[in-house]
């Protein structure tokens, strides 16, 4: 049986990728892939959790969290295509249509 800590610090790692890969890149769709994957290092700490404390509570959450990060993958997709269409670039830099 693997140990409850082993998850604990697979969730953390892949949290901390997410962190960097989200503070560090400028193109909008790596900082969305970074976002999912911030998002499945919390799934699988939840998971780890419900299973070691016998509640379905966990469990339940995460499927809450995957139906969220669908939504924003599907409108984060949608909103770089439509960038990329106005103006040929996905950077962040570039993009200041929204400034107010």
């Known amino acids: 049986m693997i140990p409850l800590s082993w998850y604990m610090a697979l969730a953390i790692i892949l949290f901390c990728i997410g962190v960097c ?14 976002l999912e994957l911030m998002l499945n290092g919390v799934n699988l ?9 016998d509640s ?3 469990q339940a959450f995460t499927f809450f969290i995957i ?3 669908a939504a ?3 409108i984060g997709l949608g909103i770089a295509i439509a960038l990329y ?3 040929r ?6 993009l200041n249509q929204l400034k107010g």
């Open 89 to 94: 670039s996905v950077h962040v830099d570039t």
């Open 56 to 58: 379905v509570r966990g």
């Open 67 to 69: 139906t969220v990060a």
């Open 21 to 34: 890969g989200f503070l560090t890149r400028r193109n909008v769709i790596i900082m969305f892939l970074s």
């Open 85 to 87: 269409r106005t103006r």
């Open 72 to 74: 924003e993958a599907a």
């Open 45 to 53: 700490n939840l998971v780890a959790l419900s299973h070691y404390l």
